[in-house]
């Protein structure tokens, strides 16, 4: 009963995934982040709950990583594409390219064998499109500017840089938490402010972002870790 209610948990996504995007289509678009952050907060839980209830040992025969990547799927790539058609945030004459850019590069990563590696990196962007796609909502650029960071990360999915696992990769794991929850933090309060979002808490949130891009950046291209090659299908993607 524990591993099937756990299983129940990570599918409850596929719920949050359908609220959001009904938010989407009626213009709420507040609404439709708040249910992505509830999305990210399942996501980052479900994986604790499962390791403690045992799933693999007690329900061998259902395959957990593959209903977490089909709710990964809808709310870290399918509904974020689907606010950047419904909310113009890019040229009308980008939008079908962009959005064919994030889905189908997204396709692409969560499908490769090395999309984990077995010492927790990311290999290529990891699809955080819901989280590129807030700052963009935030950030009032102009939709070329959008579209063509939307368009950069696509390309960065086939370009083989490892970035960390914040929950899960060893190198700089305290400093990495510890501004990893002051992030979380400032996101909860932008979209509690949304759309007046104050302008230093909206650079302030940058922060994490930065560091995390600089980390990833170091490692790789720093001393090679051990098991950098060997593939890992045991855990969420992103």
Same mark, same amino acid.
């Given at each position: 009963?524990?591993?099937?209610?756990?299983?129940?948990?990570?599918?409850?996504?596929?719920?949050?995934?359908?609220?959001?995007?009904?938010?989407?289509?009626?213009?709420?678009?507040?609404?439709?982040?708040?249910?992505? %952050?509830?999305? =990210? /907060? !399942?996501?980052?839980?479900?994986?604790?709950?499962? $390791?403690?209830?045992?799933?693999? #040992?007690?329900?061998?025969?259902?395959?957990?990583?593959?209903?977490?990547?089909?709710?990964?799927?809808?709310?870290?790539?399918?509904?974020?594409?689907?606010?950047?058609?419904?909310?113009?945030?890019?040229?009308?004459?980008?939008?079908?390219?962009?959005?064919?850019?994030?889905?189908?590069?997204?396709?692409?990563?969560?499908?490769?064998?090395?999309?984990?590696?077995?010492?927790?990196?990311?290999?290529?962007?990891?699809?955080?499109?819901?989280?590129?796609?807030?700052?963009?909502?935030?950030?009032?650029?102009?939709?070329?500017?959008?579209?063509?960071?939307?368009?950069?990360? %696509?390309?960065? =999915? /086939? !370009?083989?840089?490892?970035?960390?696992?914040?929950? $899960?990769?060893?190198?700089?794991? #305290?400093?990495?938490?510890?501004?990893?929850?002051?992030?979380?933090?400032?996101?909860?309060?932008?979209?509690?402010?949304?759309?007046?979002?104050?302008?230093?808490?909206?650079?302030?949130?940058?922060?994490?972002?930065?560091?995390?891009?600089?980390?990833?950046?170091?490692?790789?291209?720093?001393?090679?870790?051990?098991?950098?090659?060997?593939?890992?299908?045991?855990?969420?993607?992103?």
């Amino acid at each position: 009963m524990a591993a099937w209610l756990v299983h129940l948990y990570t599918a409850s996504g596929a719920l949050f995934a359908f609220f959001a995007t009904k938010a989407v289509f009626e213009h709420r678009y507040r609404d439709a982040f708040f249910w992505l %952050a509830v999305t =990210v /907060f !399942v996501d980052a839980t479900d994986g604790v709950l499962a $390791r403690r209830a045992k799933v693999s #040992v007690r329900l061998p025969w259902f395959n957990g990583s593959k209903l977490d990547e089909i709710i990964d799927y809808l709310t870290y790539v399918f509904v974020p594409a689907l606010i950047v058609w419904r909310a113009i945030l890019v040229p009308d004459s980008w939008s079908t390219a962009v959005v064919a850019a994030m889905l189908l590069s997204s396709a692409y990563g969560f499908n490769r064998d090395d999309a984990k590696t077995i010492d927790h990196f990311f290999t290529g962007f990891p699809s955080y499109w819901n989280i590129v796609v807030f700052y963009l909502y935030l950030a009032g650029w102009t939709p070329v500017v959008s579209g063509v960071i939307l368009l950069i990360c %696509a390309a960065l =999915v /086939f !370009v083989p840089i490892r970035y960390i696992y914040p929950s $899960r990769t060893r190198a700089w794991q #305290v400093p990495t938490l510890v501004m990893g929850v002051i992030w979380g933090v400032l996101m909860c309060v932008m979209l509690w402010r949304m759309p007046a979002v104050p302008r230093p808490v909206f650079l302030a949130s940058l922060a994490f972002p930065v560091y995390y891009l600089i980390l990833s950046l170091v490692l790789q291209f720093g001393k090679k870790p051990a098991g950098r090659d060997r593939p890992s299908r045991t855990g969420a993607y992103p």
